[in-house]
């Protein structure tokens, strides 16, 4: 419930500064993922950025937010959208991975996935529907370790929450995108996953239809597509689409 509040207040301010169409002012509006908070601004610094969980965008884009782009961290909700004629065909633009973080001092020396079923463990996910949630859970099923889903304190609104509480030694280990442990390398320590565990994670983009900025979001579209965008998102850890 509160993200959807939040979700709707953020809709309520943008429509009031732009209207559905993004119209008040000439800047680009991009909506996206919040993995891409740190790589997007370096492909294009231009834009005004909207980084949340990708289902809070989408719930923003559905209620008339002024986005020109969204970039989503699954295909799930671009899917929705373009099924709904509010955006345009989604097109993959990169791919990752999961990986479960510790603290750099690991106070309840976790070395694998099994250990976050012991006594005292306090571990922190997504929340259903967002996917670094949704892409956790998978995981664990396949491994066949979801009891671990017991020892959950705390179930955040996108993979930077996540990390968040990890970092700051407020939980045990959470699990994240493995290109969200660069910005804290020196805060928390990775554990890496299995290869057969891996979920499918694929980031699609698309221009949101009824821009009055269309020309504009396809060009920024082409941009994140093209050798200078890839090359950014390589160096952020991200894998070709």
Request: glycine residues 10%; proline residues 6%; negative net charge.
């Amino acid at each position: 419930m509160r993200r959807l509040l939040a979700a709707a207040l953020v809709a309520v301010l943008l429509t009031a500064c732009g209207g559905g169409s993004s119209a008040g002012s000439g800047e680009l509006t991009v909506f996206a993922a919040a993995s891409l908070t740190e790589v997007f601004p370096m492909i294009d610094p231009d834009p005004a950025y909207n980084f949340a969980g990708s289902d809070d965008l989408a719930t923003q884009i559905k209620e008339g937010a002024g986005a020109d782009v969204y970039a989503a961290a699954s295909t799930k909700y671009p899917d929705e959208l373009f099924v709904a004629g509010l955006i345009e065909k989604p097109q993959i633009f990169a791919t990752n991975r999961l990986v479960l973080i510790v603290p750099k001092d690991n106070p309840a020396a976790i070395s694998s996935v099994a250990d976050l079923g012991n006594e005292g463990v306090k571990l922190v996910i997504g929340a259903e529907g967002v996917p670094i949630g949704d892409y956790t859970r998978k995981v664990l099923d396949t491994i066949g370790e979801s009891d671990v889903l017991d020892n959950v304190v705390s179930e955040e609104d996108d993979v930077k929450g996540v990390v968040s509480k990890v970092s700051l030694g407020e939980a045990d280990a959470g699990f994240v995108y493995a290109t969200d442990v660069k910005p804290v390398p020196d805060k928390v320590t990775t554990i890496e996953l299995p290869e057969a565990a891996q979920a499918k994670v694929e980031y699609p983009i698309a221009v949101v239809k009824g821009t009055e900025r269309a020309e504009a979001a396809r060009d920024y579209v082409d941009l994140v597509l093209g050798p200078e965008g890839q090359r950014a998102l390589a160096d952020a850890g991200f894998g070709p689409p």
